[in-house]
């Protein structure tokens, strides 16, 4: 079974910054492409950056040059730095990991974070 523990998320005032975290921990063989997703009251869930294991990274453009997506391969852990937050960028973040459960296995399986409340308001 695998979990993911996030972690980091709060009230913050416009401008400030924020980081969140998860942790994938269980028996598994490795993490491979990590992301972060966003969603707000009334919205569909959206993919705010995601990450590959050897560290290509994508962003949705509202956040390009304020957020930063990171991993340690080492840890299992996925982190975002969220810079000059927005009112806009309130919402409940999530985690997801696609896992490869066994070195032989062909396939992945998606995991998702319990959800982690970023407020911005001041």
């Known amino acids: 079974q695998v979990q993911l523990v996030e972690s980091g998320g709060g009230l913050v005032q416009p401008g400030g910054p924020l980081r969140l975290s998860c942790a994938a921990s269980?028996?598994?063989?490795?993490?491979?492409?990590m992301a972060w997703y966003r969603q707000a009251p009334g919205k569909q869930r959206e993919l705010v950056a995601k990450?590959?294991?050897?560290?290509?990274?994508n962003y949705t453009d509202s956040v390009k040059g304020r957020f930063t997506i990171s991993r340690d391969n080492t840890k299992n852990t996925l982190y975002l730095q969220m810079n000059a937050l927005k009112p806009e960028d309130a919402a409940v973040y999530y985690c997801n990991v696609e896992i490869q459960q066994y070195y032989s296995d062909s396939f992945q399986t998606q995991y998702w974070g319990q959800g982690t409340q970023v407020t911005v308001s001041s």
């Open positions: 269980g028996n598994f063989f490795r993490a491979n492409t």
């Open positions: 990450i590959t294991r050897g560290g290509n990274t």
